[in-house]
């Protein structure tokens, strides 16, 4: 069984930095894509920035210049760096990974981390 593990969220101040972290673990045998996703209260699920396993990135306009999305192969694990963050930022963040397991391949979601943005 494979389960992804996030961890890092927390209150921060506006202008603050958070690193989140999401850590795969289980029968797996090979990660290709990973993302982080967010959803605020009372809006959709939205697309952050996601990874390939050749380490093309690609971002959302509102993150662009602010997070900074990372893998470690080696440790199974997928970051998301957040500086300059702004309360519209305030979000559950989660993060997604397709993975080919001992089950065959599948898209599996981590069970979120909420990040908040206030003073």
């Known amino acids: 069984q494979v389960q992804l593990v996030e961890s890092g969220g927390g209150l921060v101040q506006p202008g603050g930095s958070l690193r989140l972290s999401c850590a795969a673990s289980?029968?797996?045998?090979?990660?290709?894509?990973m993302g982080w996703h967010r959803q605020a209260p009372g809006k959709q699920r939205e697309l952050v920035a996601f990874?390939?396993?050749?380490?093309?990135?690609n971002y959302a306009d509102s993150v662009k210049g602010r997070f900074t999305i990372f893998r470690d192969n080696a440790k199974n694990t997928v970051y998301l760096q957040m500086n300059s963050l702004k309360p519209e930022d305030t979000a559950v963040y989660y993060c997604?990974?397709?993975?080919?397991?001992?089950?065959?391949?599948?898209?599996?979601w981590g069970q979120g981390t909420q990040v908040t943005v206030s003073s």
């Open positions: 997604n990974a397709d993975i080919v397991s001992t089950m065959g391949k599948d898209d599996y």
């Open positions: 289980g029968s797996l045998f090979t990660i290709y894509d």
């Open positions: 990874i390939t396993s050749g380490g093309r990135t």
